[in-house]
């Protein structure tokens, strides 16, 4: 360790020694839920400020690609339409399950994070903050999803005649004031390793209602 300090004092360069970790989703809206992507790539104002403060930008995982089957989210497509059929009590049944093998997908996930944030803090870099996104399940940070609620919203949908707009009109209609998943277990990862990092989030329904506004680059105590 000494070694590695000396040598990063005799080899100091143009890095920062400033990053931040985002939510996947920032970066590469092709994770989004089908319906819920307002941008071809990235959230350009956020990743534009991040530039601007010369920080390096450090893409956390996509908690719900790897828990939810892949990029589409397969598992949680299953659901959709299903009223009336034979599957729609066997997924009420299941979906208790279903978010604990979530959590525990992003426990794994949030020990990484934490891993990946502990070694920048002991070389003396600073995590300047976490950017999740408000209104999804995993990565909310004021705001979430009544998962439950929206799996029976889900469930009465009419594959057929669906809308990106009604989609939409979905998520708007579950939201609750809580932390997603995701967020909640690498707040709990973080405090119990005594780490202090600001959160901040890019809302989601600000993004869909084309109100995008800056987000507030939170800086690290
Ligand atoms: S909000 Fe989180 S879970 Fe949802 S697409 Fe973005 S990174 Fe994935």
Not at 81 to 95: E, K, S
Not at 120 to 128: P, R
Request: proline share 4%.
């Amino acid at each position: 360790m000494r070694k590695v300090k000396l040598l990063q004092q005799r080899l100091a360069d143009g890095r920062s020694k400033k990053v931040i970790f985002l939510s996947h989703c920032i970066l590469n809206e092709n994770t989004r839920y089908l319906g819920g992507a307002c941008r071809g790539g990235c959230i350009k104002e956020i990743v534009e400020q991040c530039i601007n403060e010369d920080l390096g930008i450090v893409q956390m995982p996509c908690p719900e690609q790897r828990a939810w089957g892949g990029v589409t989210k397969r598992l949680i497509l299953i659901a959709y339409g299903i009223r009336g059929t034979l599957l729609y009590p066997f997924f009420r049944l299941f979906l208790p399950f279903f978010i604990y093998y979530s959590k525990l997908i992003f426990w794994l996930l949030a020990k990484e994070m934490v891993g990946q944030i502990k070694d920048y803090l002991s070389y003396g870099f600073s995590v300047i903050g976490i950017i999740g996104i408000d209104g999804s399940p995993s990565c909310g940070v004021n705001k979430s999803l009544d998962l439950p609620k929206s799996f029976e919203m889900a469930a009465q949908i009419d594959i057929k005649l669906l809308t990106v707009e009604e989609m939409n009109k979905i998520i708007f209609q579950c939201l609750i004031d809580c932390r997603g998943m995701y967020i909640e277990l690498l707040q709990k990862k973080l405090k119990k390793h005594h780490i202090k990092i600001p959160f901040s989030a890019h809302d989601l329904m600000d993004e869909i209602h084309k109100n995008c506004t800056r987000v507030k680059i939170p800086v690290s105590q």
